[in-house]
Antibody
Framework: QVQLVQSGAEVKKPGASVKVSCKAS????????MHWVRQAPGQGLEWMGW????????NYVQKFQGRVTMTRDTSISTAYMELSRLRSDDTAVYYC?????????????WGQGTLVTVSS | DIQMTQSPSTLSASVGDRVTITCRAS??????LAWYQQKPGKAPKLLIY???SLESGVPSRFSGSGSGTEFTLTISSLQPDDFAIYYC?????????FGQGTKVEIK
């Protein structure tokens, strides 16, 4: 069965960077785009971007351009999302989510979420 | 960006009730709309895609309809497991945007 398992919670200071991992299993990792979506406490869902695990191509939402980097390691079926220059309003749960296909931006499987807390 | 507006924001209902949630898009998105269910502390779960296609494993009491700018999610007979927050999401145009959510709570 398809599973996405994310790394554990992180506490970071403002200005630092965080890197969240998402290990995929149960399907061909390179066959579906992987997206990252975040959810601030008590708030709605916000798409950040996607990575094509097949060739490493990425597409980031304008808001995060220059601060977010999505990468992958196909040898271990793992996607990564790194967010730099963290601010307090980056405090959120970060989810990886598998695309239904390639770049549809509809998500059929989600990781369990990684809470990133930014606090001085 | 396309704005997605859900109504109501909160819905109080009883087990066995028929429940309908509406989602409106700020411009036409054809049928590129998904519905997700989220329970506290959990990741969202895909229920419906392409406006009316039921995701595998999702109970048949869930159904979706609509096209263009107006969509609905219907739960035909509300079950205890259905109390949650429901989000619509358009994926017609980047960036895919979500509605603000509808909380279905126990009456």
């Amino acid at each position: 069965q398809v599973q996405l398992v994310q790394s554990g919670a992180e506490v970071k200071k403002p200005g630092a960077s965080v890197k969240v991992s998402c290990k995929a299993s149960g399907y061909t990792f390179t066959g579906n785009y992987m997206h990252w979506v975040r959810q601030a406490p008590g708030q709605g869902l916000e798409w950040m971007g996607w990575i094509n695990p097949n060739n490493g191509g990425t597409n980031y939402v304008q808001k995060f351009q220059g601060r977010v980097t999505m990468t992958r390691d196909t040898s271990i079926s793992t996607a990564y999302m790194e967010l730099s220059r963290l601010r307090s309003d980056d405090t959120a749960v970060y989810y990886c989510a598998r695309d239904l296909s390639t770049s549809t931006s509809c998500y059929d499987y989600w990781g369990q979420g990684t809470l990133v807390t930014v606090s001085s | 960006d396309i704005q997605m507006t859900q109504s109501p924001s909160t819905l109080s209902a009883s087990v066995g009730d028929r429940v309908t949630i509406t989602c409106r898009a700020s411009q036409s998105i054809s049928s590129w709309l998904a519905w997700y269910q989220q329970k506290p502390g959990k990741a969202p779960k895909l229920l419906i895609y392409y406006a009316s296609s039921l995701e595998s494993g999702v109970p048949s009491r869930f159904s979706g309809s609509g096209s263009g700018t107006e969509f609905t999610l219907t739960i035909s007979s509300l079950q205890p497991d259905d109390f949650a927050i429901y989000y619509c999401q358009q994926y017609n145009t980047y960036p895919g945007t979500f509605g603000q959510g509808t909380k279905v709570e126990i009456k």
